[in-house]
């Protein structure tokens, strides 16, 4: 792996982006990487368009700013397409994980990816509620996410939910998470 | 080497964590975003009995800073925190407390001012308080802001230097970007912190004492304000003996600026707080590529470290001082004005810009500050013109 892996998260608020791309980066801080996870706040209200940001270095990140040149982009909600150019800057050869039930070349032709971009398709919504009972996609994503790419494994990303969510949530709660990260892991298919 | 916890946090919780470990006997502080998670999390030490500090809940940062000052004077180890409207609102106390010499250390994350209203990253709340007395700190990043504020505690209770400080981080980049952070046990930084030592504290009755007495008529006011000057230049050296012992524990460089590669820097960059990470980012490659760039930041902004900056900047070519944060009506930027001050001591003139960033906390891109050390290039070629310019204002 390169230096610096820069994730980017097309989102709407309340869908836990900010959660994800802070979840992320503890679990590669507990990998002994260096991490930032930044949100960009707009006006906060439940549904607006959001990003964030999450960046994993084996060396000290010194960089503050936005990211623009993403290696990976995860798009929580495939409705943000119309309205949000998600792949603007994507790196040559980098990856897009897509929230959706559509296959591969569905998402390929609806994000617009060029042929060097890695799709990856997982249903985290219906996941979600299958396992959360409610439509919160962030954890399975993550799984995902990790799944697709290894910028964490599944199960270094499982450990820190126990670790974090353990600590808020009831066993029920947790052990839900820990299964739509299963399912999610197995489901995805990049393309 | 004394143990170290490792976590991922954000600029806030690092500076409630420094504020938990130096256990101000007084906190009062009224929540404003970005501030609001630090004092939220102090609130909860105090709920949870970690800490023994009194926690005055206030309807408004008038009154929190007011309850410092009192507090302060009383004798007691102190603190607050705000932001932007929150410390415009201070504008009083922040004189009274540093005319009244007393030690309380507040962060400030730094944002925009209203109008238009604006919750983001910039200088402009800050750099309104820059001439009223505290020793003022600028943080890079999360970390720099648990460090700068434990700092703050030395620098303020000193004996020699009695007076308020300022210990800043740059609003949602830093206060709410996650980082890899580092804190030290409890114990090193409490022997580190110590205890205040009050001088003159008004609760004290074997020695009654009058604060913040009427001085008008004659020569007492002007006396004051001198010994307010001579206090704050005299912090100088203090702060960097307090600051290199937490260095030598936390083994973290501390220094006035933070000097890259301007040794033999042709072009060099001047830039306060989160944006320094960037525009070294730049420097870094136009090295590579054979430009010799510098970068030069200042973390300790009040007193301003003009021999510093002049030491560093007496080589170059052309100077790039960047600014988040406007001062109108004046030829500069606040940033533009002190630098170009020192400049004037050189015997030889070096051409500036003044480059206006960020305010509102609009993106410092890689591209605009590529831009911006192109311009200074042409700068010293003679082929522009000095002057103050907004940078990457679309």
Known sequence: MQDMTEIRWHARAGQGAVTASKLLAETALLNGEYIQAMPEYGPERTGAPLRAYSRISSKPIEVHNNITHPNIVVVLDETLLSIVEVLEGIVEGGTVIINTKNSVDEARAALNASADIKVAVVDASGIALDTLKRDLPNTPIVGALAQATQCVTVEAFKENLLETFGKKFTKEVVDANLASVDRAASEVVVG | ?394
Not at chain 2, 78 to 100: C, K, R, Y
Not at chain 2, 132 to 151: C, H, K, P, R
Request: proline content about 5%; overall charge negative; some cysteine.
């Open chain 2, 1 to 394: 080497m004394p143990d170290i916890t490792v976590l991922a946090a954000t600029g806030n919780l690092m500076v409630s964590e420094a504020l938990r470990q130096a256990e101000p006997d007084v906190i009062a502080a009224y929540p404003i975003t970005p501030q609001t998670a630090v004092v939220e999390e102090y609130s909860k030490y105090v709920a949870d009995g970690r800490v023994h500090t009194e926690y005055v809940n206030v309807e408004s940062e008038h009154s929190s800073l007011s309850a410092c000052i009192g507090a302060s004077a009383a004798g007691a180890r102190v603190a607050t925190a705000t932001s932007s409207q929150g410390l415009a609102l201070m504008w009083e106390e922040l004189h009274i407390a540093s005319g009244m010499r007393l030690p309380i250390v507040m962060a400030n994350a730094n944002r925009a001012i209203s109008a238009p209203i604006n919750i983001h990253g910039d200088h402009s709340d800050v750099m309104g308080a820059r001439d009223s007395g505290w020793v003022i700190m600028f943080a890079e990043t999360a970390q720099e802001a648990y460090d700068n504020t434990l700092i703050s505690f030395r620098i303020a209770e000193h004996p020699d230097v009695q007076l308020p400080v300022m210990t800043t981080l740059d609003g949602f980049i830093t206060t709410h970007a996650m980082e890899r952070c580092e804190i030290l046990d409890d114990e090193v930084v409490k022997a580190y912190v110590g205890e205040r030592t009050p001088i003159n504290p008004l609760i004290n009755g074997d020695k009654p004492v009058s604060h913040g007495m009427f001085a008008s008529l004659g020569n007492s006011y002007f006396k004051v304000k001198k010994a307010e000057r001579a206090a704050i230049d005299a912090s100088h050296p203090i702060i960097k003996q307090v600051g290199d012992e937490w260095a030598n524990i936390c083994k973290r460089p501390f220094d006035y600026v933070d000097a890259y590669e301007c040794d033999d820097a042709d072009f060099i960059i001047v830039v306060l707080g989160s944006a320094a990470g960037n525009v070294r980012a730049v420097a870094r490659d136009l090295r590579a590529q054979g430009i010799k760039a510098g970068v030069l930041r200042i973390r300790v902004y009040r007193p301003f470290p003009a021999a510093e900056v002049l030491e560093a900047l007496k080589g170059a070519k052309a100077v790039g001082i960047f600014d988040r944060s406007d001062a109108f009506g004046a030829q500069y930027g606040p940033v533009g004005l002190d630098v170009r001050t020192a400049l004037y001591d050189l015997p030889a003139r070096i051409p500036t810009r003044n480059y206006i960033y960020g305010l509102g906390g609009a993106d410092i891109t890689i591209q605009t500050i590529k831009d911006a050390f192109d311009e200074l290039q042409q700068l010293a070629a003679g082929s522009i013109d000095e002057g103050l310019c907004y940078l990457g204002v679309r």
